[in-house]
């Protein structure tokens, strides 16, 4: 991709993501492809391109913050969306932004769900 300068992880893992307007528009998604600034899941449900969502792994090691850039079907059969997401915030459990190297290892991320990273 022209532009694209970061390195990408293409392993897949699973966050838990949800709506920030609304946490209860809420599903675990694969990553399947995560950067510094932003990540494509595959979802079960559209998204709204210009929405906020809220991510978070099991052990609160990575939350962000982010808008969802396009949502396209995948697939003729209705197998799902892929959803482009760019950041707006990321932290890791500690508070402090998180790196590179902490986003990409795909051992500490798995499916969570807290209702804090909900709130603006």
Partial sequence: MEGQKQP???DRFLVHISA?????????VCVE???ARGARVATARSWE????????S???DLRARARVVYCRPIGAKG????????????TNGRSEPATLKERNN???MSIASDPRASKP
């Avoid at 391109?49 to 978070?56: Q, R």
């Avoid at 969306?81 to 950041?87: I, K, P, Q, S």
């Fill in 20 to 28: 920030v307007y609304d946490p209860r528009l809420a599903e675990t």
């Fill in 33 to 35: 492809n995560l950067g």
């Fill in 58 to 60: 099991n052990n609160g």
């Fill in 49 to 56: 391109p210009g929405s906020h969502v809220a991510l978070e």
């Fill in 8 to 10: 990408r992880m293409c």
């Fill in 106 to 108: 795909p051992r500490k």
């Fill in 79 to 90: 197998l799902g969306f892929a959803v482009r997401l760019d950041f707006i915030t990321q």
